[in-house]
């Protein structure tokens, strides 16, 4: 099967610019994840959609973060303005129903550099 | 909610040797229990994952891990490293969900850094 795609791959900006990220889910896969990974440690939870709607984004900073999933599928995350602190490597996982036992995958990540 | 801790931010271990990577984790709800590998410039690869039953759990590259339910921990092992094992390793949790639906992310700790020494 077809893994979870993210684009782009790499992406450099001006702080106080805007930048998007794109992903796609693995087909059939209801529950969507974006996850920041700062260098040197593990990822974090930013936000969790179950198709459309949302189920935890409680370290969403959402004065400058935003994310939507419309029609349940594709998903986009967006930061405005960026902060020099928002480089990291912003990854998008998939998992089946909801349920992590089903297992997560990943897809390779945006690695954002803010400057 | 819940918290990984893995004492270890690096672990140099010549090749061949046995390894350990520890992970303790707390948490008010049953977890499922994960470890991820991440190779440079790569996404985070499965190694393998606790769900239920045996609290020895076998995964890929011959890595192994059990589940100790009365010292939340859940510590990586592999008998015998080789070089190609050089990589940061993430111990996660997520909450068990008894029906689909609910908040399952995943919590992830710092990760261990890897280092097979020739």
């Known amino acids: 099967e077809a893994g979870v795609a993210q684009s782009p791959r790499y992406k450099i900006i001006e702080k106080r610019q805007s930048v998007a990220f794109w992903c796609n889910p693995i087909?059939?896969?209801?529950?969507l994840y974006w996850y920041q990974q700062i260098l040197g440690q593990g990822p974090k939870l930013l936000i969790q959609?179950?198709?459309?709607?949302?189920?935890?984004d409680s370290q969403l900073p959402k004065d400058r973060f935003s994310a939507e999933r419309l029609k349940g599928v594709d998903s986009t995350l967006k930061i405005q303005p960026a902060k020099l602190e928002d480089s990291a490597v912003y990854l998008c996982?998939?998992?089946?129903?909801?349920?992590?036992?089903?297992?997560?995958?990943f897809g390779s990540g945006t690695r954002l550099t803010v400057v | 909610a819940q918290s990984v801790t893995q004492l270890d931010s690096q672990v140099p271990v010549f090749e061949e040797a046995p390894v350990e990577l520890r992970c303790n984790y707390s948490s008010s709800v049953s977890v499922y229990l994960f470890w991820y590998v991440q190779y440079p410039n790569q996404g985070l690869q499965l190694l393998l994952k606790?769900?239920?039953?045996?609290?020895l759990v076998k995964g890929i590259n011959g890595f192994e891990a059990e589940f100790n339910k009365s010292q939340t921990s859940f510590h990586l092992r592999k008998p015998s490293v080789h070089i190609s094992d050089t990589a940061e390793y993430f111990c996660a949790v997520s909450a068990f969900m008894y029906s689909g639906g609910g908040a399952d992310g995943l919590t992830f700790g710092k990760g261990t850094h890897l280092i097979i020494q020739p």
């Open positions: 087909s059939g896969h209801a529950t």
């Open positions: 606790y769900l239920s039953g045996s609290t």
């Open positions: 996982a998939s998992s089946l129903r909801g349920r992590g036992g089903y297992g997560y995958t």
């Open positions: 959609f179950q198709n459309n709607g949302v189920v935890d």
